[in-house]
C-alpha cells in the first residue's frame, strides 16, 4: 500500500486533479471502468509522474484499493446521478469501516445528504465535495468545497488545501458543513454562474444590437471593465471571445448558434428557492433565458410573424457604455444578495454552520465566478456575521444607490430599444421591492380572501390576527 489517495474516473477534470495532487507531492492511484483510458492516461499526460511512481494506473477496484494507505481515500469523479450509488456500491466489498469515499462530481446536495446517512451507518466516512474551475483549475489551483462527514474532513485536508487555488496565501478550500453542504454550496455556485453569464449576454446584447457596436470595440470595452469594480474571469474571458477570429476574418462569436446548454444545477438552485421561498428571481430569469434560447425553430418563426426589429439607441456611445457597466454592476450585486440569501435560509432549514465569509474567500481564486468582488463580500460577513442581505452593506448599499440612475437608464433604453434584459430588469425590479415598505400584497390578500376566505392581517392591528370580510 503506496498511494495517498484514489481516484476512479479519468474524464478531464479526473485526470487534471490527479495531476495536480501527483505535482504537489501526493501519490495517487488511478481507474477507470473503461480499463484501456487507465493506459491512455498513464503513458500519455501522466506518463512522466507514473514513471516517477506518483501516479500508479490499476485495471480493477480490487487492485486499485490495494494500493491505498489506510483509511483508504477514495475519490469519484463520475456523472452525477445513479452512476455514483452504482460506483459506491462496487467499492464497498473492497473497503473497510473508516475508509472515506469522496465525491467530487456535480452532485445534488439531496443525494449527498441520503449517501453519507447511509454510509455512516455502516462505518464508512462519506464526503461531498464541490469543485470549480474547468479543466484548467483542476490542473493548477481549483475552488474546492468539502462537506459531508467531519470525520473525513482531517484525512483530505492536507490534500485538498495543497491542490486548491491560493488568494493571498490562502487556499480556496476550507470546510464547509455537514452532509450535502459542500455540494450544495457548489450549486449556489453554479447558479450564481448562470446569473453572471446572462447579465453579461444581456450587456453584449444591448451595445451590439442597440448600438451596433464592433467586437473589437466590444473586447475593449469588456477590457476596460475588467480594470475595476467587474474585475472577474467572465469578464476577462469576455474580452477574449470578442477578439477572436473564426478562419475568413470574421468575428467567431457572429458564428456561434444562439441556443445555450445547461447540465441542471441552475434549475436545481431555482426549485430549491421556491422550496424554500426564497425569492431567487435573477437566477431564475437566466435559467428560463437558457430555455428560451434553446427554443431556436420556434423563436425563429416568431420573428417573421412578429417582426419587431431592435430599435438603434440613440445615446452618447461613451456614457451609455458607462451607464451599462453600472448596470451590470448594481445587478451582480443583486445575484449574489440573492444566492447568499438562499444559503442563510438553507443552513437555518438543515442546522448547517455555513460561514458565509469563508464561502467568499473560497470564491476568490479558482472557480469560474472568480472576481475581485467577492472579496467585499468576505468583508461584509466578517463586518456582520449575521448580516441579513448584501443589500443592507454599507459598502453595498453605496454603489448600489451610485449606480441606480446608470442602471435605470440601461434597462429603459433596452426596453424601448427591443432588446430583451430579463436578468437586468428582474434586477431593478427586486431591488426596488426590497427597499419598499409598500408593495401591492394588500390587494392579492384582498383577493384571496374574496374568493377563497382565505383572510388576512390589517396594518392597524397586532399581527398574527386575521381577518375576513363577507366582500
Not at 495517487?28 to 494506473?57: C, M, W, Y
Not at 469515499?101 to 455512516?120: E, Q, V
Request: charged share 20%; glycine share 10%.
Amino acid at each position: 500500500m503506496s498511494a495517498d489517495i484514489g481516484l476512479i474516473g479519468l474524464a478531464v477534470m479526473g485526470q487534471n486533479l490527479v495531476l495536480n495532487m501527483a505535482d504537489h507531492g501526493f501519490t495517487v492511484a488511478v481507474f477507470n471502468r473503461t480499463t484501456s483510458k487507465v493506459d491512455d492516461f498513464i503513458h500519455g499526460p501522466a506518463k512522466e509522474l507514473s514513471s516517477s511512481k506518483r501516479i500508479i494506473g490499476t485495471k480493477s477496484i480490487a487492485d486499485f484499493v490495494k494500493t491505498l494507505k489506510r483509511p483508504r481515500r477514495v475519490m469519484l469523479m463520475v456523472k452525477a446521478g445513479d452512476a455514483v450509488d452504482e460506483l459506491i456500491d462496487e467499492c464497498l466489498p473492497y473497503l473497510e469501516p473508516g475508509d472515506i469515499l469522496i465525491d467530487g462530481g456535480n452532485s445534488n446536495y439531496s443525494d449527498t445528504n441520503r449517501r453519507t446517512r447511509a454510509l455512516k451507518a455502516k462505518g464508512f466516512i462519506f464526503l461531498g465535495v464541490g469543485i470549480s474551475g474547468g479543466e484548467e483549475g483542476a490542473r493548477h489551483g481549483p475552488s474546492i468545497m468539502p462537506g459531508g462527514n467531519f470525520a473525513g474532513w482531517p484525512h483530505v485536508k492536507p490534500i485538498f488545501q495543497a491542490i486548491a487555488a491560493k488568494v493571498d496565501g490562502e487556499p480556496c478550500c476550507e470546510w464547509v458543513g455537514d452532509e450535502g453542504a459542500g455540494h450544495y454550496v457548489k450549486m449556489i455556485h453554479n447558479g450564481i454562474e448562470y446569473g453572471d453569464m446572462q447579465l453579461i449576454a444581456e450587456s453584449y446584447d444591448i451595445l451590439r444590437r442597440g448600438c451596433n457596436l464592433s467586437t473589437d470595440a466590444l473586447a475593449s470595452t469588456f477590457a476596460a471593465w475588467n480594470t475595476g469594480p467587474l474585475n472577474s474571469y467572465l469578464i476577462e474571458i469576455t474580452a477574449a471571445i470578442f477578439r477572436k477570429k473564426d478562419v475568413d476574418g470574421e468575428p467567431l462569436v457572429d458564428k456561434i448558434l444562439d441556443s445555450a446548454g445547461q447540465k441542471g444545477t441552475g434549475r436545481w438552485t431555482v426549485v430549491n428557492a421556491l422550496d424554500l421561498g426564497v425569492p431567487l428571481t435573477l437566477i431564475g430569469e437566466a435559467v428560463f433565458a437558457r430555455n428560451l434560447s434553446a427554443m431556436v425553430d420556434e423563436r425563429t418563426d416568431a420573428s417573421m410573424a412578429l417582426s419587431s426589429p431592435i430599435k438603434p439607441i440613440q445615446a452618447n456611445i461613451k456614457e451609455f457604455t458607462h451607464a451599462i457597466e453600472q448596470a451590470l454592476y448594481a445587478s451582480k450585486i443583486i445575484s449574489y444578495a440573492q444566492g447568499f440569501s438562499l444559503m442563510r435560509r438553507a443552513a437555518k432549514e438543515w442546522n448547517w454552520n455555513l460561514h458565509f465569509g469563508a464561502i467568499a474567500l473560497m470564491w476568490r481564486g479558482g472557480c469560474i465566478i472568480r472576481s475581485q468582488f467577492l472579496g467585499k463580500i468576505k468583508e461584509a460577513f466578517d463586518q456582520d456575521p449575521e448580516l441579513a442581505s448584501l443589500l443592507v452593506a454599507p459598502y453595498f448599499k453605496e454603489e448600489l444607490l451610485k449606480a441606480l440612475p446608470g442602471w435605470r437608464q440601461a434597462v429603459s433604453a433596452a426596453v424601448i430599444a427591443g432588446c430583451p434584459v430579463p436578468c437586468l430588469s428582474t434586477a431593478l425590479a427586486f431591488f426596488d421591492g426590497y427597499r419598499s415598505n409598500k408593495l401591492p400584497a394588500n390587494l392579492i390578500q384582498a383577493q384571496r380572501d374574496f374568493f377563497g376566505a382565505h383572510t388576512y392581517e390589517r396594518c392597524d392591528r397586532p399581527r398574527g390576527q386575521f381577518f375576513h370580510t363577507q366582500w
